[in-house]
């Protein structure tokens, strides 16, 4: 089955800073990548998708880049403003039935 | 996207004792899955809720443990039965809208046993 490895597990960055969160799966079948951001008490929450045919997607300060190739994607986050604070997870799709998460990271955007 | 209600939100309970929590969305969702989260780790898969019929497991969840019910296209309940201070975290209820879309999650259900 599909396996999805998230790095790095922790990322502590100033506020005004990037960050950049990356992603690898296996199955090169996977087609589509979606992005959740899981606040403290929350379930995950949606913030950004790609699909296979797209090479990058952008929203505001949020874009997310995908290497089918080299079977990795990532999430780039600019100008972090400390309510970005949060654990982030990427997922990986081959059916669009059955999701692959990764392991999360968490982001402390420091003021 | 779904707004997806999960009660309760948090609950403590004894050894031994079950739980039933409850999964309500605002419009029909083609699926539902229950989810496992424990402390500060990543999202774990217990089952998919088939609408009218058994729940699919995976591997490592059965049905004793974890009964699910999905009566219709809009609602779900997962039971954590027997439990034990093991089964204490983090329970998500997730949809899906459609074929090909993201997975929308509930605020979940933060379990204690004790």
């Known amino acids: 089955g599909e396996n999805v490895e998230q790095h790095p597990s922790t990322l502590s960055v100033q506020e005004g800073d990037s960050a950049v969160i990356k992603c690898t799966y296996s199955?090169?079948?996977?087609?589509?990548f979606p992005w959740y951001k899981q606040e403290l008490g929350k379930g995950p929450q949606l913030i950004i998708d790609i699909r296979s045919n797209v090479g990058e997607k952008k929203d505001q300060r949020i874009a997310v880049t995908l290497n089918k190739t080299a079977k990795h994607f990532s999430l780039h986050i600019t100008e972090t403003q400390p309510e970005d604070s949060a654990v982030y997870f990427c997922a990986a799709s081959l059916s669009g039935n059955q999701f692959y998460f990764g392991t999360g990271t968490s982001l402390t955007v420091i003021p | 996207s779904a707004v997806i209600s999960q009660k309760p939100s948090r609950d403590i309970c004894q050894r031994g004792t079950s739980l039933t929590i409850q999964c309500q969305v605002d419009s029909q969702v083609t699926m539902m899955f229950w989810y496992r989260q424990q402390p500060g780790q990543s999202l774990t898969l217990i089952a998919t809720?088939?609408?009218?019929?058994?729940?699919?497991?995976e591997s490592g969840f059965v049905i004793d443990k974890f009964p699910i019910s999905r009566p219709n296209l809009t609602f779900s309940t997962l039971t954590v039965s027997n439990m034990s201070p093991e089964d204490s975290s983090i329970y998500l209820c997730?949809?899906?809208?459609?074929?090909?879309?993201?997975?929308?999650f509930g605020d979940g259900t933060r379990l204690s046993i004790l």
């Open positions: 809720a088939n609408q009218g019929s058994e729940a699919t497991y």
């Open positions: 997730s949809v899906l809208t459609g074929g090909n879309q993201p997975q929308h």
């Open positions: 199955d090169s079948a996977s087609n589509y």
